[in-house]
């Protein structure tokens, strides 16, 4: 749970997406055309396969032809060599003439390796693309394409005065925002482990390569889905796996990123909406970085047509999620369970699972393995704290949530610690039936399914959040600050969803001493300062911009502030936002107990 105490040099460790754009695609000029050079690999001889990488590159080539795209060599898994990409490559530069547009995009596994120019990188090691040959100990080992390489074949289209779309969906290095809980699934990521490689047959590396940067180049932008330190892993997207940076840049150039409606995507729009966008879609997860060149001057016809501001945003009900189970009595059949819950259907595979729930453990986790409420734990009643709402007043917070769930049966072998548990015994002792604990998990559903149906209004025009100091887990008694920017339109309406379906009502408020304004400068940033405390889990702030007051849903709100009453929402906001052009965004911030 949150409380809220004010409102108001080239290809690192990341996936990359580079800009070099500095033509208006849309009336582009007479003879400009542009080309593409697609790669996608999930075969690999002798590093781990992948899952969604050609998936990745198919849906590339679908955005592609949307906005115009015709000549596109697509290469696929055994297709891909290092002479099929840099033949391929130059291959592109020779068709074009100066004013032409290229797109390079490539999805597969990345690597890292000792530098080849001493010196030019701080970290020592180069980064690299691998093709599906590669092996460390044989010739093969030449079936890659280092950083320097890479730059100097964008060089060699800048010389030819060609702009350049490069998207490397591939990690090199690091670990995961908040790691990973394995019980979920295994995750694949893009960042491929091997051996030292001792007779290397790439041949010499041209030091100009080093010396080249991104961001002293002319008409770039370059977005990395991750920073240096962090993992990308494979997910599942609308049924299929992917890497959310590829889905996000596919949607973006596909219309999503046209924010304005106009029909054109901007630099600043493509960046805004893929940020937001990956982010979203990983709850914070994969964090990614921009970096612009000089006189960079994006725009792009969107893959549809000007369109108008969407109304009516929300369907009355929540949609269906999946759940999976484990560590269940083997004698209670897990659809017996599952038919006593409200909104679920059994996952097919744990890659589909919205939640899954751990019984044993009394744990609840997403797909992304973060461990979101816990099903066996008893609130902890707080009184209503002070904290500073509007513009810098100070006043108490109405309605905190001080609801006492019954209390609930735990497993015999495990003991309740605050909000955190542990083993006394070996946990093949026993197990629960889960019985006791269904309340609670559909209280946990409730607020996941709104998640759910929030996160797919809100990758169409979403507001920038960020959470300051960062979207790891935070402890209780840590101070956090979220802030809200980038909204359309003046009202302003803020609430949070926590991990137990709890019901907080955060802008604006009304009480005998103050009446928050509905409408705030949309310049000037939303801040929320926050102070984590039980329960612990996942907190999912929603925040709403519109054209029109939403008097009627801050009268809902404001009723159901403090109370465990997610899965009244979606009546709520379909019924209070109907025919209001709205803007929404969504942000999770994850909580744990002190160890």
């Known amino acids: 749970m949150i409380v809220w105490i004010t409102n108001l040099r080239f290809f690192r460790a ?59 060599t697509a290469l696929f898994d055994t297709q891909v060599t290092r002479k099929t990409v840099q033949d391929g490559w130059d291959s592109l530069i020779k068709r074009s003439r100066p004013g032409d547009i290229l797109f390079f995009t490539y999805a597969g596994h990345g690597g890292e390796e000792p530098e080849h120019v001493k010196g030019s990188e701080k970290s020592g090691k180069d980064q690299n693309i691998l093709f599906p040959r590669f092996n460390p100990n044989t010739d093969d080992n030449a079936e890659r394409l280092i950083d320097d390489e890479i730059a100097l074949m964008l060089k060699r289209a800048a010389d030819a005065k060609l702009s350049v779309m490069m998207v490397m969906d591939a990690c090199h ?118 970096t612009r060149g000089n006189n960079i001057s994006l725009t792009l016809p969107s893959g549809s047509a000007p369109s108008k501001p969407i109304a009516n945003p ?175 339109y003046t009202y302003f309406t803020l609430f949070n969803i926590g991990s137990d379906g709890t019901v907080n009502f955060l802008y604006p408020l009304t009480s005998d001493k103050f009446r928050d304004p509905l409408e705030i400068p949309i310049n000037r940033n939303y801040e929320l300062d926050l102070t984590v405390q039980p329960p612990f889990g996942s907190d999912h702030f929603i925040a709403i911009s519109s054209n029109q007051p939403l008097s009627d849903l801050h009268r809902d709100l404001a009723y159901r502030d403090g109370k465990q009453v997610a899965g009244e929402l979606p009546a709520i906001l379909a019924r209070s936002m109907k025919d209001k052009v709205l803007q929404v965004g969504l942000h999770g911030v994850y909580t744990a107990p002190k160890l």
């Open 14 to 72: 990341s996936i990359i997406l580079v800009l070099l754009v500095g033509i208006f695609l849309s009336v582009r000029p007479v003879g400009a055309e542009p080309r593409a050079l697609v790669i996608g690999i999930d075969k690999y001889v002798t590093v781990g396969e992948l899952d969604g990488a050609v998936n990745d590159a198919k849906g590339i080539v679908d955005a592609l032809r949307t906005i115009g795209v015709n000549d596109i």
């Open 173 to 290: 290095s690091g670990t995961m925002t908040r790691g990973i809980d394995t019980r979920v699934r295994k995750f694949k990521v893009r960042a491929a482990k091997y051996p030292t490689i001792e007779n290397d047959h790439i041949g010499a590396i041209d030091p100009a390569g080093a010396n080249l940067k991104l961001e002293d180049q002319n008409d770039l932008l370059y977005l990395g889905a991750v920073q240096d330190h962090e993992l990308a892993p494979e997910v599942e997207i609308d049924g299929k796996p992917h890497g959310a940076l590829s889905v996000s840049v596919a949607r973006g150039l596909g219309g999503a990123a046209d924010l304005n409606h106009n029909g054109i995507v901007t630099s600043d729009e493509i960046e805004t909406y893929v940020r937001e966008s990956v982010r979203i879609l990983m709850e914070g997860q994969q964090n990614p970085s921009s």
């Open 314 to 488: 929300f369907p009355s009900e929540a949609p269906t999620i999946a759940v999976q189970i484990m560590n269940a009595d083997p004698a209670r059949p897990t659809a017996d369970l599952l038919a006593k819950i409200n909104g679920v259907v059994a996952a097919g595979d744990p890659g589909a699972a919205v939640l899954t729930w751990d019984i044993r453990r009394g744990h609840l986790l997403n797909k992304l393995g973060d461990l979101v409420a816990y099903a066996n734990e008893r609130a902890v009643a707080v009184p209503p704290p002070t904290t500073t709402r509007g513009f810098g007043r100070s006043v108490p917070v109405a309605g905190a949530s001080t609801a006492t769930p019954a209390p609930s049966t735990t497993c015999e072998d495990i003991e309740t610690r605050g909000f955190g548990r542990r083993s006394l015994t070996p946990p093949t002792v026993s197990v629960c039936d889960g019985l006791s604990d269904l309340g609670a998990v559909q209280k946990v559903v409730d607020k996941w399914r709104v998640v759910e149906m929030v996160r797919q209004r809100a990758l169409q025009d979403a507001f920038t959040i960020t959470l300051q100091p960062s979207d790891g887990i935070h402890y209780e008694k840590d101070n956090l600050k979220l802030i809200v920017s980038g909204q359309r």
